[in-house]
């Protein structure tokens, strides 16, 4: 087993071995002998040894975007962290299977899975109203004229009185 610890040190880029800084196990010794640690409080730090859900987050978190009307998003990502979004309330739009909103502080707009937001009811409840209570939903000749005309920023005198029925749409 010697030969081949050997060659697969080698090949990783030096042997595992504790660091002389802090002991932190699972620190490398180059091949120029320098001492690559994976703990972030170490001078001998390197980010390349942190496992993928150990790595800081490389999302743009500065911006200076305030909702007016905010609305907290509880989110479990693929990883398994848990996060928490301030999102604009009349930004809300769903499409499929996701949640799209503008967040704060970058005032970006984001795609959530819904089956990964813990407060799902909260959110869904928070989402604007297209047609007033008590009111029918539009029939499907009408939704054909408000989607065409919304996509391509015309009118028609049609669009113009459906839209008087439904201004929310």
């Given amino acids: 087993m010697g030969l081949l610890d050997f060659l697969l040190s080698l090949l990783s880029g030096g042997s595992k071995t504790q660091c002389p800084s802090c002991g932190a196990a699972g ?25 993928a859900k150990d790595r800081p987050t490389r999302l743009v978190t500065e911006g ?41 502080p970058t005032g970006r707009r ?18 604007p109203q297209q047609v007033a209570a008590g009111q029918p939903w539009p029939t499907p000749r009408e939704r054909q004229v408000l989607g065409y005309h919304k996509k391509h920023g015309s009118t028609s005198p049609l669009f113009e009185k459906i839209r008087a029925k439904y201004p929310n749409w």
């Fill in 27 to 51: 620190a490398r010794k180059a091949s120029d002998g320098t001492i690559r640690c994976p703990s972030p409080s170490c001078p001998y730090f390197d980010a390349g040894l942190l496992s």
């Fill in 64 to 104: 200076n975007y305030q909702p007016a009307n905010p609305v907290t998003i509880r989110y479990k990502n693929f990883q398994g962290i848990d996060r928490s979004f301030s999102a604009e309330k009349d930004s809300l739009v769903r499409k499929r299977n996701h949640v799209v909103a503008r967040v704060a």
């Fill in 110 to 127: 984001i795609a959530l899975s819904r089956d990964r937001i813990q407060n799902l009811e909260e959110v869904e409840s928070a989402f």
